[in-house]
């Protein structure tokens, strides 16, 4: 469920998201999720107000997508780690003497 935008002047949700522009967070949380707010210039087609106004949070990394605090989409398919083998002799070899 997203949450209703209302002017800050009237009061109206007779309310339009003219542009949109993400803002993505330099750092990740405790889970290691990158957090990505869409916000967005609002017009208010009662009163004609603009303003800036957060239209939505994800929570996006590790193995799920939160969106908004409350919708979470888990990842089904568990990957397996590469395994990387390696001979110390054949390394030797190419290094030479």
Sequence with gaps: MSKQLTCPRCGS???V???T???VSPLPDSAGRIT???MGMVKCN???HRWRATISKLKVGGSS???EGGKRFEEKEERKPKEIVLDIDEILREEGP
Excluded: A, H, N
């Design 65 to 67: 997508v939160e969106i």
């Design 36 to 38: 990505i707010t869409v």
């Design 13 to 15: 949700t007779d309310v």
């Design 21 to 23: 522009w993400q803002l």
């Design 17 to 19: 998201v003219e542009k």
């Design 46 to 48: 009662r009163c004609g």
